[in-house]
């Protein structure tokens, strides 16, 4: 599947308008109202995207998928610690981009404490835009709307008030503010699979 593409933002120039010099200004005057600085563009320089795993340090160290993207028409990851059973309850899960949060909440259910972050990454025939979402959380550590940094600790791994076996739900998600979904679905439009998406958006990492 691929990415939406969002075109460019087109910034209006709008030219500043020329006012006509009074008759006696002195020629400097004239010089100056002639070549008004230009002002501030917007800054679309490309920003080539940098991801990552959510969990383990470095990323995906002690951790394994119990549960890949379309298994059982899964939307998404599911992310045990090695250890197995709860050994990984109340590990940090990290954001995987730099972006927004655009939900931070206790759904309750079998989502528990979720966490959804947008992403946009400046390229240069435009922005791709994605989001990220981790369930089931033992805590929530930032807030609606809050700008956070790739590798960020956003929350932990949880359990879903005791639902499930501790693990992080993860999804991937092209298309942005898509209700919280089914977790499962034999149609993944708008979900992709965090992994590979991860493996194509590391052009922008630093090197190491
Ligand atoms: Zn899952």
Redesign the pocket.
């Known amino acids: 599947m691929r990415p939406i593409l969002l075109p460019t933002v087109l910034t209006a120039c709008v030219a500043t308008t020329a006012t006509t010099p009074p008759a006696e200004a002195d020629a400097d005057t004239i010089t100056e109202i002639a070549a008004p600085s230009a002002p501030a563009a917007p800054d679309r320089t490309p920003t080539p995207p940098c991801a990552q795993l959510p969990v383990g340090e470095p990323p995906g160290q002690g951790y394994r998928v119990a ?1 890949g993207f379309g298994t059982n028409r ?1 939307l ?3 992310w045990n610690g090695v250890g197995g059973g709860n050994t990984d309850l109340g590990d940090p899960v990290y954001a995987m981009a730099d972006g927004v949060v655009s939900a931070a909440h206790d759904f309750r259910g079998g989502w528990g404490r979720v966490v959804r972050i947008e992403h946009r990454f400046t390229l240069e025939n435009g922005v791709e835009a994605f989001e990220s979402l981790y369930a089931h959380l033992d805590d929530i550590a930032v807030e609606l709307d809050q700008r956070v940094e790739r590798g960020q600790r956003i929350g932990s791994i949880g359990d879903a008030h005791g639902a499930y076996i501790a693990h992080l ?1 993860l999804e991937v998600r092209d298309v942005l503010r898509l209700p919280l979904g089914p ?1 499962y679905a034999s149609d993944p439009s708008g979900y992709i699979d965090p992994r590979a998406w991860v493996a194509a958006h590391r052009s922008g990492c630093p090197p190491g």
């Open positions: 549960q899964h998404g990851e599911d739900h977790g």
